[in-house]
């Protein structure tokens, strides 16, 4: 089986643009979570989508949004891009429920100019 | 809220040497536990968990980790590294029961001296 896609996995942008991601879980794998990661805060949680609904929210401002496909591919989102941004971007998917063991997708390397 | 704590930011550790990642946890109710590894300029990939029974779960790199319910600890150990075992390693916890999150220590990185 094919793990945990994530495209692309670098982009730069600068302050004020907007940005989507990419990624593509397990195939038969229906959630799919994404977080954060950079050097200060680590690995922090930003939504976990199941059957195209979001199910679970982390604590992160409203210009950081998702969605999830019929086929469970799902896309993130960042509007009005600040410095802060400047992270890695990982996807994670599991079959059904989070309890389950989530496999990490590659990352997508953000950096905001 | 369940939280984690890697309790060394950085291990170095000299080849063939015995190395212990140590990770405690708080929570309330049961939890699932895992380790992570991220290998440099890559996503995480799942070394091992403890879901129930054994509270010893082995990993087939050689690592293995021991569920302490009364210190609320997960550490992991490895009885002889390789070079290739530098990277940085992630605690993390989830209930066992609700739809909450995975939530991770903040990693500890180990360097493997030749």
């Known amino acids: 089986k094919a793990g945990v896609t994530q495209t692309p996995r670098y982009l730069i942008k600068t302050r004020g643009q907007q940005v989507t991601l990419s990624c593509s879980p397990i195939s038969g794998h229906r959630s799919v979570s994404w977080y954060q990661q950079t050097p200060g805060q680590g690995l922090q949680f930003l939504f976990e989508?199941?059957?195209?609904?979001?199910?679970n929210k982390g604590n992160f401002p409203g210009r950081f949004s998702g969605r999830q496909f019929s086929n469970s591919r799902s896309e993130m989102n960042v509007s009005t891009l600040e410095l802060g941004d400047s992270a890695l971007y990982l996807c994670a998917s599991s079959q059904a429920v989070l309890q389950e063991t989530q496999y990490f997708g590659p990352g997508t390397r953000l950096l905001v100019l | 809220a369940q939280s984690v704590t890697q309790l060394d930011s950085q291990v170095p550790v000299f080849e063939e040497a015995p190395v212990e990642l140590r990770c405690n946890y708080s929570s309330s109710v049961s939890v699932y536990l895992f380790w992570y590894v991220q290998y440099p300029n890559q996503g995480l990939q799942l070394l091992l968990k403890?879901?129930?029974?054994?509270?010893l779960v082995e990993s087939i790199n050689g690592f293995e980790a021991e569920f302490n319910k009364s210190q609320t600890s997960f550490h992991l150990r490895k009885p002889s590294v390789h070079i290739s075992d530098t990277a940085e390693y992630f605690c993390?916890?989830?209930?066992?029961?609700?739809?909450?999150?995975?939530?991770f220590g903040k990693g500890t990185r180990l360097s493997v001296i030749a």
């Open positions: 403890y879901l129930s029974g054994s509270t």
């Open positions: 989508y199941f059957s195209e609904t979001q199910r």
């Open positions: 993390a916890v989830i209930h066992r029961w609700g739809n909450t999150p995975l939530v």
